[in-house]
């Protein structure tokens, strides 16, 4: 008697249960799948329980979803099907499924595809599998055996993916590839909108542009319609050419071939072997020209030797195009290009030479030679760079300034200075004791990085401190001439050539003054030196330059004698 109560007890249970699962689900607003049509409806008890066997031309219907088959297995109770042959699902004028098989539920309005599964969204995104369940009620679909969804733009694969038609979010993991007109971007993990077209970068991303510029992220976006990106988190983009970008931040527009670098910009020309730093910066590729501020430095790697490490305020850099002409030969006779121009035998070949800027406080440091100046102008094209504003350069123990120098280059290194104007040559000899070489003009000579020749034409003045056999000074040595050449060997003075209109005058030492130990233009700098590539970036006090009244004045003087 006990057993028979417990049993309908747990029975009355059950059924309670059932009808509180249905009232909730009335409650929840769960509809209910109709049978629209069918050629023929058959049973089954013995191997399909309360299964309804429709076969021809099935349609289904549920809420604003149409179904459509060859055959189906309809359970009614369970408010769910399986339809097999030709599956088309309608939702709306939105969404479109196709498959050879479709499992839906009813009550969950899970509809679950599988074998050549294809989903389209609004008629203009497709997305293709092999399985896809398709979660309506929160308006998802996700594979995860393979599959690709395809915009008008772009094409995407990946091993999992997922897609929400409401807002055009797709988000991909696995082998991931979206594949454009113009490039390939591959990675493990990305968020894409087909309505803006934009990929949202979370992983290590490459987009190659076919041989002409790849692009290295882990994060931020790109517009695969626009070609902007925002690129995150010390991100690269490197061009075919040996050009690099690199920084914390790039606003890059590949159409129009534009960046704008925050933070840690690294821009590396392997062309012209130099590296510019900086924290702010921006580059236009079209015609190869740039700028970076805020930290600024470039790196100058040509002599593999010699590093030049040089800082200003801003740099400035850019590609200047030029013809330069090259002869043939014809009949094995070398044509002269200049009288035959235009002649077929003369090639005009389009080329690039570099050209770098650079403005205020200005500070290089190379082994050889250090300099400070207010800017600088490099043409690569002669190999010449100009250093105005208060210039002065060091090598070793000598100190060279005029009111411009040009430093000319061979094969990467220093071949020879030339100052411009109130140029001045000063070696520290010892104690407060300064050689001077003074002049309208100087050229001074570097050989294996040292300064061996000095020449001085106009107005030229010495200073020196001749010593005696047991290194006592002999006294103050003047002279004044229109030319000086000076030779020097392991930074010691070798011989002096002056022109035979000199005039000069030893000055024992104990009666030497102030003005008889230094020429009007000499001033000594090296509390401005930077001694490592460290110290270009610090900002010494100028050291104070003569006074341009006494200069002229004391030309004038000069000039006077010479005349006499």
């Not at 191997?47 to 979803?65: A, T, Y």
């Not at 790849?214 to 994060?219: D, E, F, M, P, Q």
């Not at 300099?371 to 000598?398: A, F, K, Q």
């Not at 120098?405 to 094969?411: A, D, E, G, S, T």
């Amino acid at each position: 008697m006990m057993k028979r109560r417990v049993s309908k007890y747990i029975f009355l249970t059950i059924v309670f249960g059932l009808l509180n699962t249905f009232i909730l689900a009335q409650d929840a607003g769960v509809q209910m799948v109709y049978l629209e049509h069918s050629k023929t409806l058959s049973f089954d008890e013995n191997r399909l329980p309360n299964v309804q066997i429709l076969k021809g031309d099935v349609r289904f219907r549920h809420d604003s979803v149409l179904m459509y088959c060859d055959s189906a297995y309809f359970f009614e109770k369970q408010n769910s099907l399986h339809a097999f042959g030709h599956v088309h699902l309608v939702q709306g004028d939105s969404i479109e499924g196709f498959g050879d098989i479709l499992y839906y539920n009813g009550n969950t309005k899970l509809a679950r595809f599988r074998n050549h599964v294809k989903l389209i969204h609004n008629k203009e995104t497709t997305l293709t599998t092999d399985s896809l369940d398709y979660d309506r009620m929160r308006n998802i679909a996700y594979y995860f055996s393979g599959g690709m969804i395809e915009d008008e733009l772009n094409k995407l694969t990946s091993v999992w993916g997922q897609y929400m038609p409401d807002n055009n979010e797709a988000l991909f993991r696995g082998d991931v590839k979206l594949e454009h007109p113009k490039f390939v971007l591959t990675t493990d993990t990305l968020s894409y909108n087909t309505a803006t077209y934009q990929a949202d970068l979370v992983s290590d991303t490459r987009i190659v542009y076919e041989h002409e510029t790849t692009i290295l992220s882990s994060n931020g976006w790109y517009n695969t319609q626009t070609e902007h990106s925002m690129l995150l988190d010390r991100s690269l983009i490197a061009h075919s050419d040996g050009m690099t970008l690199t920084g914390d931040t790039i606003y890059y527009d590949k159409l129009v071939g534009y960046g704008k670098i925050l933070g840690g910009m690294q821009s590396v020309d392997s062309t012209n072997h130099m590296t510019l730093y900086g924290n702010k910066g921006e580059v236009w590729e079209v015609d190869n020209h740039g700028y970076v501020t805020d930290s600024a430095m470039l790196v100058d790697w040509s002599d593999t030797l010699v590093l030049t490490y040089m800082h200003a305020d801003t740099l400035f850099t850019n590609q200047i195009p030029y013809q330069r002409c090259e002869l043939v030969r014809k009949d094995s006779v070398l044509v002269d290009s200049v009288w035959q121009y235009p002649a077929p035998d003369t090639m005009w070949i389009d080329t690039t030479y570099l050209q770098v800027r650079a403005y205020d406080n200005v500070r290089i440091f190379r082994q050889d030679m250090q300099s400070v100046c207010d800017s600088i102008h490099y043409n690569g094209r002669d190999s010449i760079i100009t250093l105005c504003g208060n210039p002065v350069c060091w090598n070793e123990e000598n100190q060279v300034s005029a009111d411009t120098i040009k430093i000319y280059l061979r094969n990467g290194t220093v071949d020879y200075l030339h100052g411009i104007a109130n140029a001045i040559a000063i070696k520290h000899e010892g104690e407060q004791y300064f050689d001077q070489l003074a002049g309208k003009e100087m050229y001074a000579y570097v050989q294996d990085g040292e300064v061996h020749m000095v020449e001085v034409q106009g107005n030229a003045e010495t200073v020196f401190y001749p010593r005696e056999d047991d290194g006592n000074y002999v006294g103050v040595n003047r002279t004044q001439s229109s030319f000086v050449t000076l030779y020097l060997e392991n930074q010691q003075i070798h011989h002096i050539l002056f022109t035979t209109a000199t005039s000069g005058v030893m000055i024992p030492m104990d009666q030497a003054t102030n003005d008889d130990m230094f020429l009007v233009t000499f001033f000594w700098a090296e509390q401005e030196r930077p001694r490592q590539p460290e110290d270009i970036f610090l900002n010494p006090e100028r050291t104070p330059r003569p006074d341009a009244a006494a200069i002229s004045a004391s030309e004038e003087e000069d000039e006077d004698e010479y005349e006499e």
